[in-house]
């Protein structure tokens, strides 16, 4: 790969970035493999291995994660985005940051702060033994008795019944939902071929379903990505989907299920970078305790539910400050506003 400017690295392959992500991603980056989503666009430079994830929101330029690059050109992709931004009358925000990344970023003078954090369950220990797992037994256990069928399934073969579920499950978001992009997966396309479905049906009607992604690094695995039921469906649903590929993948000696990112949510002050923005700090913990952006807390309720045993803290950072502006340009290239 040998393109420099984001018009030609737009064009770079999603397999490109694929091997990128497998290659480079750092141990504790759970969602690499949103890298490769539709939609994606790719910065590169000449003679330099490792790629950087971007959308255009607004002004904003958003970077998803931080450069998938080997160390020695990890700096120089770094620096080479953030002056093409400016260079181009853009603004640059990045969501997602790493440990390892934010520490480099912070370094070079960005601005970075937490914004949330993803969470995953070491398969090697787990049960849903004992009282505290009672709830979630009884809520997949009246679930099946529903006539809940769960299988790992074909895409291909179920792929009407999956769309039939995303039209519908929307509603469920509330009047105006959007569906999230860019921070979530897909399905479908080219890159369904490495991702895994689960799948509940009752006499063969698709009722809901859970897509996971693989997980690169040290904590590799899957990450429990999608899920989606319709509104009708039994409650359990959802938990009966992830209990199955739990069991499945267990079987398989897989050692990690993340969850991903949900922001706003296990913000630590001794987790901060330092020079980090204390408006931006204020307004992550203002968005957990009044839940206007995002229902982080129902996310996390859900994740909490599977007792997870490694939390990862993830970032946000500016090169020129951070800002309200920029936040809200996070979103819009997710899709939330």
């Known amino acids: 790969m040998t393109q420099g400017t984001v018009?030609?690295?737009?064009?770079?392959?999603?397999?490109?970035?694929?091997?990128?992500?497998?290659?480079?991603?750092?141990?504790?980056?759970?969602?690499?493999?949103?890298?490769?989503?539709?939609?994606?666009s790719y910065f590169t430079l000449p003679g330099r291995p490792g790629i950087i994830v971007y959308r255009p929101a607004g002004?904003?330029?958003?970077?998803?994660?931080?450069?998938?690059a080997p160390d020695e050109s990890y700096v120089d992709l770094m620096r080479a985005f953030t002056e093409y931004t400016v260079a181009h009358g853009r603004r640059q925000a990045i969501i997602q940051l790493q440990l390892h990344d934010a520490r480099i970023h912070?370094?070079?003078?960005?601005?970075?702060?937490?914004?949330?954090?993803?969470?995953?369950?070491?398969?090697?220990?787990?049960?849903?033994?004992?009282?505290?797992?009672?709830?979630?037994?009884?809520?997949?256990?009246?679930?099946?008795?529903?006539?809940?069928?769960?299988?790992?399934?074909?895409?291909?073969?179920?792929?009407?019944?999956?769309?039939?579920?995303?039209r519908r499950w929307l509603p469920l978001k509330g009047e105006g939902a959007r569906p999230l992009e860019y921070l979530v997966g897909q399905t479908g396309g080219d890159m369904q071929r490495l991702r895994r479905l689960f799948l509940?049906?009752?006499?063969?009607?698709?009722?809901?379903?859970?897509?996971?992604?693989?997980?690169?690094?040290?904590?590799?695995?899957?990450?429990?990505?999608?899920?989606?039921?319709?509104?009708?469906?039994?409650a359990g649903v959802m938990e009966a989907c992830n209990k199955a590929a739990i069991d499945t993948f267990r079987a398989e000696g897989v050692p990690w299920l993340h969850f991903g990112f949900t922001p706003f949510t296990?913000?630590?002050?001794?987790?901060?970078?330092?020079?980090?923005?204390?408006?931006?700090?204020?307004l992550m913990h203002y968005l957990w305790e009044n839940q206007v952006v995002y229902p982080a807390s129902s996310q996390l309720a859900y994740k909490d539910k599977w007792n997870p045993t490694l939390v990862t803290t993830e970032y946000a950072g500016f090169p020129d400050g951070a800002s309200a502006e920029g936040f809200v340009n996070i979103w819009r290239a997710a899709n939330a506003m």
Do not use: C
């Not at 002004?59 to 998938?68: I, M």
């Not at 369950?121 to 099946?144: C, E, H, P």
């Not at 996971?212 to 429990?224: A, F, L």
């Open 200 to 234: 509940g049906h009752i006499d063969g009607e698709a009722i809901g379903y859970v897509s996971y992604s693989p997980v690169y690094g040290t904590y590799d695995g899957w990450m429990h990505d999608l899920s989606r039921r319709l509104p009708e469906s039994p």
């Open 106 to 166: 912070a370094r070079h003078g960005y601005t970075v702060n937490q914004v949330g954090a993803s969470y995953a369950v070491d398969l090697g220990a787990f049960t849903v033994a004992g009282t505290r797992y009672m709830q979630l037994r009884n809520k997949i256990s009246r679930a099946l008795r529903s006539g809940l069928t769960v299988v790992e399934a074909d895409y291909e073969q179920w792929q009407e019944g999956v769309a039939d579920i995303d």
């Open 266 to 282: 296990t913000l630590e002050e001794e987790r901060e970078m330092p020079g980090h923005s204390l408006g931006f700090k204020w």
């Open 7 to 40: 018009t030609e690295a737009a064009h770079a392959s999603a397999e490109y970035a694929l091997e990128a992500i497998r290659k480079y991603t750092r141990a504790e980056n759970p969602s690499s493999f949103l890298a490769v989503n539709r939609g994606n």
């Open 59 to 68: 002004k904003y330029l958003v970077q998803f994660g931080g450069p998938f």
